[in-house]
């Protein structure tokens, strides 16, 4: 199962932490990890070459990723973190037995 934590700070979206595999299918062919993965390497991107926000934390290794954007930036990357927030809770609901989502403290 893939966890994927929202994290806040106060009521404001600041990061997330993913970590684990799916398990839906064998690697290399597993949809639903390939789903979740694009998405947080999108936002992660977005976040960190598009808008050029400063981050007060960034690691990825084979399944993990996090990302915390510094609170200077936390404003302008809220709808890139918003919109990743809202695309992984509608792949948990179509796919509950291996996406968890979680809504936690910083």
């Not at 970590?19 to 999108?42: N, R």
């Not at 960034?58 to 973190?81: A, H, I, P, Q, R």
Request: proline residues 1%; glycine residues 8%; negative net charge.
């Amino acid at each position: 199962m893939t966890q994927v934590s929202f994290l806040y700070d106060g009521d404001r979206l600041c990061g997330f932490e993913a970590k684990g595999h799916t398990g839906f299918s064998q690697a290399g062919t597993d949809i639903v990890c390939a789903a979740v993965s694009s998405a947080l390497y999108m936002a992660a991107n977005t976040v960190v070459e598009v808008i050029g926000a400063e981050c007060d934390e960034l690691d990825v290794s084979d399944g993990y990723m996090k990302l915390t954007v510094c609170d200077e930036d936390v404003f302008v990357c809220s709808d890139t973190l918003e919109g990743l927030e809202l695309h992984i809770q509608q792949l948990s609901e179509q796919y509950p037995d291996e996406i968890r989502l979680i809504r936690r403290k910083r």
